[in-house]
């Protein structure tokens, strides 16, 4: 009985280079469709998605994620430089 080997690999869901499975969770924009009638309505909402990060990909990640912690939303919920913290 002839044997077959399955090699799984993965891809960076960011640059696309090979990498390693990760089980990263980020939050993702997704764009989603209400139908009312014949009115569709589109909305972005925010979910949670698995991704996998090669490492210089996780770096990047990171680095966005301490920039994050510099910003605040107003009430326009346009992003803005907290400056609470200078
Ligand atoms: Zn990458």
Do not use: W
Request: hydrophobic share 30%; net charge negative.
């Amino acid at each position: 009985m002839k044997q077959t080997k399955t090699i799984e690999s993965y891809r960076c869901d960011f640059c696309g280079k090979e990498c390693e499975h990760t089980e990263y969770v980020l939050p993702t924009i997704s764009q989603n469709v209400v139908k009312e009638g014949n009115i569709a309505t589109f909305y972005n909402d925010i979910e949670p998605v698995q991704c996998d990060l090669c490492e210089a990909c996780q770096k990047k990640v990171h680095f966005g994620i301490q920039l994050s912690r510099m910003a605040i939303l107003n009430d326009d919920g346009e992003l803005e430089l907290n400056k609470d913290l200078y």
